[in-house]
């Protein structure tokens, strides 16, 4: 979707991160353009409204459940798992708690097969 007026951000990429916006899980500068941007942009202003009254309807409908914490472990067992698979780590354990020092990214090359 474009509203095809030039802006400093793209009516695509801000689309996109719509649920970062709403969840506030973008920092404050990224959300500053965003908004910004909604400021400007009515189709996106509106397609942004239709995303919050879905969070919101969500939130009414099932926000008394919560995910089981053997779930919940599994996948932080998961995500570090997966961590450690694509970097080269190392742990230290200190009196408050274990931090991990990234060294290396392996970096994975796709290629497209013909």
């Known amino acids: 979707m ?3 007026k030039p ?3 793209d009516c695509s990429e801000v689309l996109a991160e719509v649920w970062l916006l709403l969840d506030q899980e ?3 500068g990224r959300r500053q353009l965003l908004e910004q941007h909604l400021e400007e ?3 996106c ?3 942004y409204g239709i ?3 879905l969070k919101a309807l969500l939130a009414r409908k099932c926000g008394g459940e919560h995910a089981p914490d053997a779930l919940k472990q599994r ?3 998961t995500i570090r798992q997966t961590l450690i698979e694509q970097s080269e780590v190392t742990l230290r354990r200190h009196a408050d708690g274990t931090t991990v ?3 290396e990214t392996k970096v994975v090359e796709l290629r497209e097969q013909a």
């Open 51 to 53: 995303e919050e009254h």
């Open 2 to 4: 474009s509203c095809g």
């Open 101 to 103: 020092e990234i060294r």
């Open 7 to 9: 802006h400093e951000t």
């Open 45 to 47: 202003l509106e397609e």
């Open 26 to 28: 973008c920092g404050n």
């Open 41 to 43: 942009c009515h189709p």
């Open 75 to 77: 996948l932080r067992d």
